[in-house]
């Protein structure tokens, strides 16, 4: 059984830090790309950034300089440190696992809320 469980969100200051892990099994991980996406009720989910299966990383403009993806294959995580947090960056965030066929899982995702 496919399995991603994301943990790590919480309320947090502005300027501060938090960092997202995602769990996964019931898949061969290190064969998959590996993404975090956000999203706002009444807004569509956005890509956040993406890992591929050899470690390249991309980000969306919003979150460049700031976040940062990383995956440990030998424990099925892929992680997100998220630094200088902004109200903005308030969301429920998810991780998304991507097969190369197009077959792809999902989190149920953990809540990031920025607030002083």
């Known amino acids: 059984q496919v399995q991603l469980v994301e943990s790590g969100g919480g309320l947090v200051q502005p300027g501060g830090s938090l960092r997202l892990s995602c769990a996964a099994s019931?898949?061969?991980?290190?064969?998959?790309?590996m993404s975090w996406f956000r999203q706002v009720p009444g807004k569509e989910r956005e890509l956040v950034a993406i890992?591929?299966?050899?470690?390249?990383?991309m980000y969306a403009d919003s979150v460049k300089g700031r976040f940062t993806i990383s995956r440990d294959n030998a424990k099925n995580t892929v992680y997100l440190q998220m630094n200088s947090l902004k109200p903005e960056d308030t969301a429920l965030y998810y991780c998304?696992?991507?097969?190369?066929?197009?077959?792809?899982?999902w989190g149920q995702g953990t809540q990031v809320t920025v607030s002083s």
């Open positions: 019931g898949f061969i991980f290190s064969t998959h790309i």
């Open positions: 890992i591929s299966r050899s470690g390249t990383t």
């Open positions: 998304k696992a991507s097969r190369p066929d197009g077959v792809s899982y």
